[in-house]
């Protein structure tokens, strides 16, 4: 179970990647930089110590993949297909981390995320900046889990 192998790709699937065993951190985030690089109300994001993670695409990986970073987070490597304009995974050279989404992750053949029991997220962060209230039972932060205030 611990070693579990998530494979993920982007929309064309010319970009792929894998990370294994249990995620770092699994929440929901309703920061504004995740709605607007996915205008999205929340994201499903993951992250995962740089160890596990690798492409899975063939190389060079130049030829499918480009990478920026926004002004306000220049330590934060997002990288996309050069295809599909998809962004897959950013990787965090302060926290020597890579973050990836949980939609872009395998699914099975009931549409559920592969390995949702290690993979779900265990809260909502950022929820202050919210586009909309989620009534579930998770907890709810200002900011991460357990670092920030709890407000719901
Ligand atoms: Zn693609
Ligand atoms: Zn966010």
């Not at 205008?39 to 992250?47: N, Q």
Request: charged share 20%.
């Amino acid at each position: 179970m611990g070693s579990r192998v998530h494979r993920g790709s982007c929309l064309c699937g010319k970009v792929s990647h894998s990370v294994s065993g249990s995620p770092i951190l699994s929440a929901y985030c309703h920061c504004t930089l995740c709605q607007s690089l996915n205008s999205a109300a929340f994201i499903h994001t993951l992250h995962f110590p740089s160890s596990v993670f690798k492409w899975t695409h063939s190389e060079p990986h130049e030829a499918l993949l480009e990478s920026f970073s926004v002004p306000t987070r220049p330590w934060k490597t997002r990288w996309r297909c050069k295809n599909c304009g998809c962004t897959v995974a950013s990787y965090n050279s302060k926290a020597d981390k890579w973050s990836v989404w949980g939609h872009q992750l395998e699914k099975d053949s009931d549409g559920k995320t592969k390995g949702w029991a290690v993979l779900q997220p265990t809260a909502h962060i950022f929820y202050e900046t919210r586009a909309q209230d989620v009534g579930d039972s998770l907890g709810k932060w200002t900011g991460y889990e357990g670092l920030s205030d709890r407000i719901g």
